[in-house]
């Protein structure tokens, strides 16, 4: 399991700790400093039913910044996997990846839902 976290990200902080309350093992990354992988953000989309928009932090000043809203209707998967490789801030996180499922966002009861059922 891999889990990609900001230090000043409320929701990484809160994902790890449930992570480690529930026993799991994982390794943390730095998303700003190692962003995911093309085959990682592919895996995510696809948990996500192709929903591109999903993969953004979406309230993150990098996207306001990149007029990322005005973009994104004409973005390719190609051209969105390459801005999320080079800026890890426009990824959301945390982002979640395990065998049984992939997460962006920290939600418990999704987490309960997806990781212990």
Same mark, same amino acid.
């Given at each position: 399991?891999?889990?990609? &976290?900001?230090?000043? !990200? $409320?929701? !990484?902080?809160? #994902? &790890?700790?449930?992570?480690?309350?529930?026993?799991?093992?994982?390794?943390?990354?730095?998303? *700003?400093?190692?962003?995911?992988?093309?085959?990682?953000?592919?895996?995510?989309?696809?948990?996500?039913?192709? =929903?591109?928009? *999903?993969? %953004?932090?979406?309230?993150?000043?990098?996207?306001?910044?990149?007029?990322?809203? $005005? @973009?994104?209707? &004409?973005?390719?998967?190609?051209?969105? %996997?390459?801005?999320?490789? #080079?800026?890890?801030?426009?990824?959301? @996180?945390? %982002?979640?990846? #395990? =065998?049984? !499922?992939?997460?962006?966002?920290?939600?418990? &009861?999704?987490?309960? @839902?997806?990781?212990?059922?």
């Amino acid at each position: 399991m891999k889990v990609y &976290t900001y230090k000043g !990200c $409320d929701g !990484c902080r809160k #994902a &790890t700790k449930w992570l480690k309350a529930q026993g799991f093992k994982f390794e943390e990354l730095p998303i *700003r400093e190692t962003p995911p992988s093309a085959a990682e953000l592919h895996q995510m989309l696809d948990a996500y039913d192709g =929903e591109l928009k *999903r993969l %953004f932090n979406i309230a993150g000043g990098d996207y306001r910044e990149m007029k990322m809203k $005005d @973009r994104m209707p &004409t973005l390719s998967v190609e051209e969105a %996997f390459e801005l999320l490789q #080079a800026n890890g801030n426009l990824v959301k @996180r945390p %982002f979640l990846l #395990a =065998e049984s !499922c992939s997460l962006v966002g920290f939600k418990e &009861t999704d987490w309960e @839902r997806a990781l212990l059922q």
